[in-house]
């Protein structure tokens, strides 16, 4: 049994003095209205003899005056959750990132350094952490209620989310959209460690290689290799024949498409690119490019993007 | 107003003893008795519903849940959530009271169209049968939200049929808002200018407005729904090519404005009895009634705030947000004015009055907890967990709720021609009061803490409060049989109604107890402001 909720991150703590000033000011308007109501209910109660006096003829004063009141103190209160709202919700770029794949009913951790859990996330304190989370089937929600965060896990897209726990400890973590029969099992455990109780755990658990390495085994198992170069050299200068991009060096350089747009070769960029080749097509390049939606589990997408996010170029410029 | 009240036993039968056949009930086009049609099936609503709940909170008694199966579970709070929000609450007074009302308060023989004020019941009985084969015969586990892609390629139950009830019942919606409409443009009594007309049928105007512009986009999204679950078509699941944030985008577009088509008509029942009860004018009335229309406008510009967390822009959760707190805006100054009302009053408590002072606290309080909500960084802490159950429980159950009580005993000398016992009416309004903060107090705590809803299993940590809440709900559920018994017992026993027992005034006071079919003898003039109330105990300026 409890009545408080712990504060496990560095931003916890503004995130409930915003609710406490909210209860503060419920507490005051609620304090007015039972209290104006409790004591007219007694003063002009119709068996009262008290004198009413004159009625007001003119309200407007009154009605303008509670209005602005209203308006200032609400806008006040917005001013200050969305501010925080902002601040709070701007990811530091150093953040350490941890891949989250939510399914009917469990969720999926992949570590950077091949580290794969279930139900489970471990983590080192007082460091920002990067969670790039998508679906393999309906909508989740990512819930940490200690770490006052919280995020919807879509299908198809990635949707990331941060925070800097500080104080090690274990904590519920809850999926909070609801998807299906097995809605109340999909919850697991937030573990904070400190830096070296970290490292030991990573070191306990990292056989297999890294999520990189991974997504070289499949690089060349679902012959990614075959029209991208063994290392992703590309096509037209490798030993392949046929015409593919180059991959060393893509994650985060600005790419033309076909329809002359750029953007940038993000995660959600090359995860379409294997699964929805058609939905934006590089320039100056044949449409050959194959789906591979179906073949695919959104673990091993993130395999073969941390692959190809490794990827340096050597020879090119 | 210059009609004299007919105190006298009326000359024509009343509605009630004009026609005793089952016929006469099911082929009437007769608003009064229209009214009574309803109020018996959005009873039986009201039970179903009511039972899911109970089920529910039993259920959580204990932190791996009473009830064996989780599937049980999700099916009970969706049969809960849509049984009540589609077939109690959205239509809960309009239906009744506002059938009722309407034209007794315009001054008017009836709706303008009575003959589709007929046809929307057979629709909403229709509706109600098609919901319950869905509910009952197969179940429906995906929430009264249907988020996809869970409903259109996951979900086993019987989805597009419960689809297809919310779709038909939304037709008889429609059909009631369009008569809504078109009887207070066309058929107000001689001298009742806009200005004259009672709060209650400027809450049900602005109501109306809602219904006929938002129903229709729930009928279109749930029909997406539907091909996308039958046929396949890509609309909202991303495997095919859709956009899971597009259902919840359109399904907000109208439910949140849902949430005001089952409010207003609640403000406007109070805005009715406080003046009666406190012998005064209501206070601000030209304020009030601007409150009502700005509400049904700001309500359409706030969907996105249900999506806070779910993957939208920062700049729209800005957006939105700030439009949420002003929707709050006009229910506060409404709030200020009932009291406002109170001042200086000469204030009897009978039970209209108790549950009319429920409703103002009860959605005080859900009102401000929506501030909670709506300020993004704790939105964030406290969305999808207990929170927002208690919160809008607060608004659509300790407000709603209430308010119809309120009304349903204030009106039940006219609907009936009979008075209730009081004291069995002051008993279950303080019950219900009571038993309502018990149950849903708590849940504010086990929001903050973090229980997600929609949990059949929780940790244990949770129990305590839940535990509590169940308890309420008992309490809770008494206060809500209590005026079954009382109010049917005093069809048959009650003493008679006089035309007037309240004092109040406002046309439909100024007709027998229970009106004649005709509802007036002659055509009444209006000439008076409303809430025209003489001060108990002043000396009378006018006699």
Same mark, same amino acid.
């Given at each position: 049994m409890k009545f408080w909720l712990a504060?496990?991150?560095?931003?916890a703590p503004e995130v409930d003095y915003l609710i406490l000033a909210l209860v503060l000011t419920s507490c005051v308007i609620l304090a007015l209205v039972f209290g104006l109501i409790l004591l007219y209910s007694v003063k002009y109660? %119709?068996?009262?003899?008290i004198d009413r006096g004159e009625l007001a003829k003119k309200t407007w004063r009154l009605e303008i005056s509670w209005t602005a009141a209203t308006l200032v103190i609400f806008f006040g209160l917005f001013v200050w959750g969305a501010d925080l709202y902002v601040r709070l919700f701007?990811?530091?770029?150093?953040g350490l990132r941890i891949y989250v794949v939510g399914k009917q009913w469990m969720w999926k951790v992949e570590h950077e350094g091949g580290q794969r859990e279930i139900n489970a996330l471990h983590i080192p304190a007082g460091r920002p952490i990067q969670l790039v989370m998508t679906s393999e089937d309906v909508i989740h929600d990512f819930s940490v209620p200690a770490f006052r965060i919280k995020h919807d896990v879509l299908p198809g897209r990635y949707e990331s989310l941060w925070f800097n726990a500080v104080t090690p400890g274990k904590y519920h973590l809850f999926c909070?959209?609801?998807?299906?029969?097995?809605h109340a099992q999909m919850v697991g455990e937030i573990v904070v460690m400190s830096g070296p109780d970290y490292q030991h755990w990573l070191e306990q658990n990292? %056989?297999?290689?890294?999520l990189a390495e991974q997504g070289q085994t499949l690089f060349m198992r679902f012959g990614c290799?075959?029209?991208?170069?063994?290392?992703?050299?590309?096509?037209?200068?490798?030993?392949?024949?046929v015409p593919a991009p180059a991959l060393?060096?893509?994650?985060g350089s600005p790419v033309t498409l076909a329809d002359g747009e750029i953007v940038t070769a993000d995660d959600a960029y090359i995860r379409d690119c294997i699964?929805?080749?058609?939905k934006r097509r590089v320039a100056s390049?044949?449409?050959i490019m194959p789906s591979f939606a179906g073949q695919l589990s959104e673990e091993d997408v993130l395999k073969l993007v941390a692959y190809i996010k490794s990827l340096t170029p050597k020879e090119q410029p | 107003m210059s009609m004299t009240a007919t105190?006298? +036993? +009326?000359?024509a039968p009343s509605y009630l003893t004009d026609g005793f056949t089952l016929r006469s009930w099911l082929l009437t086009t007769d608003h009064k008795r229209i009214a009574i049609l309803y109020l018996v099936s959005i009873t039986i609503f009201f039970f179903i519903g009511g039972v899911a709940a109970a089920l529910m909170r039993y259920n959580l008694i204990v932190p791996e849940g009473m009830i064996g199966s989780a599937e049980t579970y999700n099916r009970l709070f969706t049969t809960h959530g849509v049984v009540m929000v589609?077939?109690?609450?959205?239509?809960a007074i309009p239906v009744t009271l506002g059938n009722f009302l309407v034209p007794l308060m315009l001054g008017? &023989? !009836?709706?303008?169209f009575p003959k589709l004020n007929l046809f929307s019941w057979y629709l909403f009985v229709f509706a109600g049968l098609v919901v319950l084969y869905a509910l009952f015969a197969g #179940?429906? !586990?995906?929430?009264?939200?249907?988020?996809t892609p869970l409903t259109t390629l996951y979900s086993k139950g019987h989805v597009v049929a419960a689809a297809a009830a919310i779709i038909i019942g939304g037709f008889s919606t429609i059909a009631t808002g369009l008569n809504f409409i078109i009887s207070i443009h066309r058929l107000r009594?001689?001298?009742?200018t806009w200005y004259k007309m009672p709060v209650f049928l400027w809450s049900l105007y602005a109501t109306s407005v809602i219904m006929v512009l938002a129903t229709p986009v729930l009928a279109m999204t749930l029909l997406l729904l539907a091909f996308e679950r039958i046929f $396949?078509?890509?609309?909202?699941d991303p495997a095919i090519g859709?956009?899971?944030?597009l259902f919840q985008h359109l399904f907000w577009f109208y439910s949140h404005p849902a949430v005001y088509i089952m409010i207003l008509p609640g403000m406007g029942v109070v805005s009715e009895i406080i003046p009666a009860f406190s012998s005064k004018?209501?206070? #601000?009335y030209k304020f009030v009634v601007w409150c009502s229309v700005a509400i049904a406008v700001i309500?359409?510009?706030?969907? #996105?705030? $249900?999506?806070?967390?779910? #993957?939208?822009s920062v700049y729209s959760a800005l957006v939105f947000s700030i439009l949420s707190f002003m929707v709050a805006v006009p229910s506060a100054i409404k709030v200020f004015n009932w009291i406002g009302t109170m001042h200086k009053g000469f204030i009897r408590f009978d039970a209209p009055m108790l549950y009319a002072l429920g409703f103002i606290g009860l959605f005080t309080m859900g009102g401000l907890t929506g501030l909670f909500v709506a300020a993004l960084a704790a939105d964030v802490h406290l969305t999808q967990t207990y929170f927002v159950v208690a919160h809008f429980h607060y608004v659509m159950v300790g407000g709603m709720v209430s308010a119809y009580f309120a009304g349903m005993h204030f009106w039940w000398p006219k609907i009936t021609g009979r008075i209730y016992p009081e004291m069995w009416g002051r008993a279950a309004a303080f019950i219900i009061f009571i038993g309502f903060n018990l149950t849903f107090f708590p849940q504010f705590i086990l929001g903050y803490l973090g229980?997600?809803? &929609?949990?059949?299993s929780y940790p244990a940590d949770f129990q305590v409060l839940n535990v509590l809440s169940s308890a309420g709900a008992s309490i809770l559920s008494l206060g809500y049989l209590l005026p079954l018994a009382y109010l049917t017992w005093s069809l048959f026993y009650g003493k008679r109604a006089s035309a007037n027992p309240w004092g109040a005034t406002g046309l439909?006071?100024?007709?027998?107890s229970p009106p004649l079919t005709e509802n007036f003898l002659s055509v009444p003039t209006v000439t008076e402001p409303p809430y025209n109330y003489t001060p108990q105990g002043a000396v009378q300026p006018n006699v």
């Open positions: 504060q496990a991150t560095a931003d109660r %119709a068996g009262s003899p701007r990811a530091p770029s150093n909070t959209q609801l998807c299906g029969t097995g990292g %056989a297999g290689g890294t290799s075959g029209c991208h170069g063994g290392n992703g050299a590309g096509g037209r200068q490798a030993e392949s024949t060393a060096g893509l994650y699964l929805i080749p058609e390049y044949p449409p | 105190q006298a +036993p +009326p000359a589609w077939f109690f609450l959205v239509p008017a &023989r !009836d709706l303008a #179940g429906v !586990d995906t929430g009264w939200t249907f988020y009594a001689p001298g009742m $396949h078509v890509g609309v909202f859709g956009d899971p944030l004018q209501l206070f #601000g309500s359409f510009l706030v969907w #996105g705030h $249900h999506m806070f967390v779910a #993957g939208t229980m997600p809803r &929609r949990y059949h439909e006071w100024q007709t027998s």
